[in-house]
Nanobody
């Protein structure tokens, strides 16, 4: 019943920008913290950014100042605005939420930063 559907990935040049979206259904979205993760080839999955139900945010050191996480509770959607993109940002990006001690993940969206 709980579903997370991601969109917005693609190919972008270094220094460019991209906005990812994750739409949730089957849950009372407005009270749930939401998190973005990413996984690059050959690396472990890492936390990128999180946002609480009232809009308090935290970021990984590698993206702080370049990425912005936000949410629109009326649309049941969390966003990740990415700017000043670097080749090392290339990864599959996932959104995640926890409900009744279980983690729910989106399908992932590919972001490739290359010239």
């Amino acid at each position: 019943q709980v579903q997370l559907v991601e969109s917005g990935g693609g190919l972008v040049q270094p220094g460019g920008s991209l906005r990812l979206s994750c739409a949730a259904s089957g849950v009372i979205f407005s009270i749930r913290p939401m998190t973005w993760y990413r996984q690059a080839p050959g690396k472990e999955r890492e936390l990128v950014a999180m946002i609480t139900s009232i809009g308090i945010t935290n970021y990984a050191d590698s993206v702080r100042g370049r990425f912005t996480i936000s949410r629109d509770n009326a649309k049941n959607t969390v966003y990740l605005q990415m700017s000043s993109l670097k080749p090392e940002d290339t990864a599959v990006y996932f959104c995640k939420m926890t409900l009744q001690s279980r983690d729910y993940w989106g399908q992932g969206t590919q972001v490739t930063v290359s010239s």
